[in-house]
């Protein structure tokens, strides 16, 4: 499994006990001398691990005792500030704070029910002018201080994850799972018709941007240069269309994992990529999409990945249950069958590992197109174009893989390592895959082609 349970070792900070907050076993007219007498001094330590508040006590009480436990990720103000709004919001709330208390107290040694706030429209919690997904903010301030945004997975358990796009989002900073990035974001991998030229390149995670050219520099490590790859086998046509790469394209990875695309060429860029797929309202690997110079454009949305990976796993999964029990002389299941349709059940046959890491891969060629409205079938007839292998979703597509217990599913592991160096020995053969279920609106696509340029629902047709 690759989520790692990664606490902290950093020492809670130094806590002081609220003086407003005076306990109710004293009255008011206790003197502060006695309550000292019988009440020495206690070591930080001491202190958090007295803490032994619930939600019936004040605000303030409960504020301090939860910064007691904070990890030193944000400062003092801005954890105090995120404490408060989140003790407040659950203040009617009083099983889910009594949860969040002793969740924090306990360090997660005690199992506890999902903490939530109300999802914003943009999904983001605002503090102090500050914004950011709330559960990576309260799993900053508790457990990991140098937590990035991409790399918390949610438990089992949780019933209203931050991933689950509920209308509540949960907080409680144990039901979630600090995952390790890759080093890499993704890998490029050149080929000249069906070969290979040179080696794989690797772009870093804390470089978000990419160029893929047809110049020379062969040190570069924020442009993979294509002009200095040499190739014995080059042929003629291969000579003439490296001649048009020239600036070439531009990826930028965003947010959790999506892709964009400025083709910064004089050329056009042929891409093939589901998400542009179901843009255009297209089966899955139907078309190939022309990008006009100038064009910026989302290619890939990482949550649309995970959907359609786990879709088309649960798919396998169903028809592998379905055909097990026919092998067996009985009848199929009800349960094992989720759709009647016989089409179906043949494409959920067919999906393999291979198949689905289909998915986590952008392939797109310079110059030249291909597919069914091209001369050029595969993409390996065209005379020059990369592989870009993703490799953010190929590590959840093996959290998919292990959740699932499909013999026919298994991932080799060491798969995520190759990163991509299948390309031009893979079959062609796109994923077989139901119709894609009704999704939520697409986001507005900013993309500036030529004025004479057609729509992209209409630039698959092109020849070249």
């Known amino acids: 499994m690759l989520s790692l349970n990664m606490n902290s070792s950093n020492p809670p900070a130094v806590c002081n006990p609220p003086a407003a907050a005076p306990s109710p076993?004293?009255?008011?007219?206790?003197?502060?001398?006695?309550?000292?007498?019988?009440?020495?001094?206690?070591?930080?330590?001491?202190?958090?691990?007295?803490?032994?508040?619930?939600?019936?006590?004040?605000?303030?009480?409960?504020?301090?005792?939860?910064?007691?436990?904070?990890?030193?990720?944000?400062?003092?103000?801005?954890?105090?500030?995120?404490?408060?709004?989140?003790?407040?919001?659950?203040?009617?709330?009083?099983?889910?704070?009594?949860?969040?208390?002793?969740?924090?107290?306990?360090?997660?040694?005690?199992?506890t029910k999902c903490v939530t706030i109300p999802r914003t429209l943009?999904?983001?919690?605002?503090?102090?002018?500050?914004?950011?997904?709330?559960?990576?903010?309260?799993?900053?301030?508790?457990?990991?201080?140098?937590?990035?945004?991409?790399?918390?997975?949610?438990?089992?358990?949780?019933?209203?994850?931050?991933?689950?796009?509920?209308?509540?989002?949960?907080?409680?900073?144990?039901?979630?799972?600090?995952?390790?990035?890759?080093?890499?974001?993704?890998?490029?991998?050149?080929?000249?018709?069906?070969?290979?030229?040179?080696?794989?390149?690797k772009v870093p995670y804390q470089q978000s941007k990419v160029i893929i050219d047809g110049y020379t520099d062969p040190s570069s490590s924020h442009r993979f240069c294509l002009g200095q790859l040499s190739n014995v086998h080059r042929s003629e046509v291969s000579e003439r269309a490296r001649l048009h790469i020239g600036k070439g394209v531009k990826l930028t990875m965003?947010?959790?994992?999506?892709?964009?695309?400025?083709?910064?060429?004089?050329?056009?860029?042929?891409?093939?990529?589901?998400?542009?797929?179901?843009?255009?309202?297209r089966p899955p690997g139907d078309v190939v999409h022309k990008i006009y110079p100038g064009t910026h454009i989302k290619v890939f949305d990482i949550l649309q990945c995970h959907r359609d990976m786990r879709a088309q796993a649960i798919q396998a999964q169903h028809t592998a249950t379905a055909t097990a029990a026919v092998v067996a002389g009985g009848p199929a299941p009800a349960a094992a069958i989720p759709s009647a349709n016989p089409i179906a059940l043949q494409a959920g046959a067919g999906i393999g590992v291979d198949e689905l890491r289909r998915l986590c891969?952008?392939?797109?060629?310079?110059?030249?197109?291909?597919?069914?409205?091209?001369?050029?079938?595969?993409?390996?007839?065209?005379?020059?174009?990369?592989?870009?292998?993703?490799?953010?979703?190929?590590?959840?597509?093996?959290?998919?893989?292990?959740?699932?217990?499909?013999?026919?599913?298994?991932?080799?592991?060491?798969?995520?390592?190759?990163?991509?160096?299948?390309?031009?020995?893979?079959?062609?053969?796109?994923?077989?895959q139901q119709p894609p279920p009704p999704q939520q609106q697409p986001q507005q696509q900013q993309q500036v082609p030529p004025a004479a340029a057609p729509p992209l629902s209409q630039q698959s047709g092109i020849h070249h």
């Open 25 to 111: 076993a004293y009255s008011a007219a206790s003197s502060s001398a006695a309550m000292a007498m019988q009440h020495p001094p206690q070591s930080p330590a001491s202190v958090g691990a007295a803490s032994s508040v619930t939600s019936s006590d004040a605000c303030l009480s409960i504020v301090h005792s939860l910064m007691c436990h904070r990890q030193g990720g944000e400062s003092e103000g801005f954890s105090k500030k995120a404490i408060e709004s989140l003790v407040k919001k659950l203040k009617d709330k009083r099983d889910e704070l009594d949860a969040l208390i002793q969740a924090v107290t306990s360090n997660g040694n005690q199992p």
């Open 122 to 201: 943009d999904g983001r919690l605002q503090v102090a002018g500050r914004k950011g997904f709330p559960h990576v903010v309260y799993a900053k301030i508790w457990r990991w201080p140098d937590l990035h945004k991409n790399e918390l997975k949610h438990t089992r358990q949780c019933q209203y994850a931050f991933e689950l796009k509920q209308d509540a989002v949960c907080v409680n900073p144990y039901h979630y799972e600090r995952v390790p990035h890759p080093v890499h974001w993704c890998t490029i991998t050149y080929y000249e018709q069906a070969e290979q030229v040179g080696e794989m390149f």
């Open 254 to 281: 965003r947010d959790e994992g999506n892709v964009w695309l400025e083709v910064l060429s004089d050329h056009s860029v042929f891409v093939g990529t589901f998400y542009l797929d179901r843009e255009a309202g």
């Open 361 to 432: 891969v952008l392939r797109m060629s310079f110059v030249k197109g291909w597919g069914p409205d091209y001369p050029r079938k595969t993409i390996k007839e065209t005379p020059c174009w990369v592989e870009v292998q993703l490799h953010r979703p190929l590590q959840l597509l093996d959290e998919v893989l292990q959740s699932l217990p499909l013999n026919d599913l298994k991932p080799t592991r060491h798969f995520l390592q190759q990163g991509g160096s299948g390309g031009a020995s893979a079959s062609p053969k796109l994923p077989s």
